[in-house]
């Protein structure tokens, strides 16, 4: 088996590493506080505006938000899977979540 070689922009495979981690740890930051911002934006309305908020959740259409819910359920683990040209003897990849930037070996 051949030696892992770094890709062409970076000097050896400790900077590839670092570039990696860096870069994985920009995203959360970023959907931390995006996300961090959404959910007090809507304790903020949920606590000044209670009634309207009352009232907006007895105009939801459950069935409607379930429909929806389960097709981007169905179309991301459609989009995810293996390809049928691929066939079912590939072993399917791991979550999104497992693929961390693994030290040099």
Not at 53 to 66: C, F, N, Q, W
Not at 70 to 78: E, N, R, T
Not at 80 to 96: I, M, T, V, W
């Amino acid at each position: 088996m051949p030696e892992a070689q770094p890709a062409i922009q970076f000097a050896d495979l400790r900077q590839q590493h670092e570039v990696a981690q860096l870069g994985m740890w920009t995203f959360l930051a970023t959907e931390v506080l995006f996300f961090g911002g959404l959910i007090l934006a809507y304790a903020v309305y949920r606590y000044g505006y209670p009634a309207d908020l009352a009232a907006a959740a007895r105009e939801t259409k459950i069935v409607i938000g379930s429909a929806n819910t389960a097709i981007l359920l169905v179309s991301s683990f459609l989009v995810a899977g293996p390809s049928p040209r691929q066939g079912l003897k590939r072993r399917a990849s791991p979550p999104f979540f497992c693929h961390w930037p693994r030290s040099p070996a």
